[in-house]
């Protein structure tokens, strides 16, 4: 057995519809500027730009729901409403035509980013960690599994509001790299594993949050969730 010079921190994991046991999260993957709509509204060109990817700790990942306190060092706070998938094999170099038997289940995420970092590390060349990796910016519903609920619809709506005001109004099927292509591309730059997520990208419409606010973002067909952003205690 072996013997660590600390006890070993707690297995980041996720809740499961229906059921007590929980999903272990074993890393985070998040697809950037998968919808043209958002691409469009960041400045890029969706019809030349292939998938690229940014990571966020496994520790990030809190529930979507109660309270999620407003992060230290930024003044825009964004939202950014995803559908989370969850992987229960992987791989490297999977084909497309295979890799959505690698899913195990779907949430519904928030990946939460401070846009003021964000910027500044982009104009100065320097890594995005500290704007989208802080304490609690990935809240996710719980998991539904692919077993009893199966895939989601291609047109299922995704969709976010602030204060009952709707900002992000999509569908999956605007996604630029479908989940297929996602997994695929990904596996062709790490060997994937069970208990990766999979955060798959976020449609048009990103915005600003403020303490006091009150949220709502679903997936059709996949989960929906409600929560506040609080001030940090």
């Known amino acids: 057995?072996?013997?660590?010079?600390?006890?070993?921190p707690a297995t980041p994991s996720l809740a499961i519809f229906g059921s007590s046991a929980r999903f272990p999260i074993r890393r985070v993957f998040c697809v950037g500027r998968n919808y043209a709509t958002h691409a469009r509204e960041m400045g890029s060109d969706p019809d030349r730009e292939p998938p690229f990817f940014f990571t966020k700790p496994a520790d990030a990942v809190?529930?979507?729901?109660?309270?999620?306190?407003?992060?230290p060092a930024t003044k825009d706070l964004h939202h950014e409403?995803?559908?989370v998938v969850a992987l229960?094999?992987?791989g490297a170099d999977i084909p497309a035509d295979e890799a959505l038997a690698k899913v195990?289940?779907?949430?519904?995420?928030?990946?939460?980013?401070r846009r003021d970092m964000q910027a500044v590390a982009k104009d100065t060349g320097r890594p995005w960690d500290m704007a989208k990796g802080f304490d609690a910016s990935a809240p996710c519903s719980p998991l539904r599994p692919v077993s009893a609920f199966g895939h989601p619809a291609d047109d299922a709506c995704?969709?976010?509001?602030?204060?009952?005001?709707?900002?992000?109004?999509?569908?999956?099927n605007e996604m630029i790299w479908p989940i297929a292509d996602i997994?695929?591309?990904?596996?062709?730059?790490?060997?994937?594993a069970p208990g990766d997520l999979i955060f798959t990208g976020t449609p048009g419409g990103v915005?600003?949050?403020?303490p006091g606010d009150r949220v709502h973002g679903e997936v059709a067909g996949v989960d929906e969730f409600d929560l506040e952003i609080v001030e940090k205690s």
């Not at 057995?1 to 070993?8: D, G, H, K, R, V």
């Not at 809190?62 to 992060?71: H, K, N």
């Not at 915005?207 to 403020?210: C, K, N, P, R, S």
């Open 183 to 192: 997994i695929s591309h990904l596996s062709r730059l790490v060997t994937l």
């Open 81 to 83: 409403i995803e559908l």
């Open 1 to 8: 057995m072996t013997e660590f010079a600390i006890t070993p």
């Open 104 to 113: 195990w289940g779907y949430g519904v995420g928030l990946d939460l980013t």
């Open 207 to 210: 915005g600003a949050l403020q």
């Open 158 to 172: 995704i969709r976010f509001s602030v204060n009952g005001e709707v900002r992000q109004d999509g569908a999956l």
């Open 88 to 90: 229960r094999s992987g």
């Open 62 to 71: 809190v529930p979507a729901e109660g309270a999620i306190p407003y992060p």
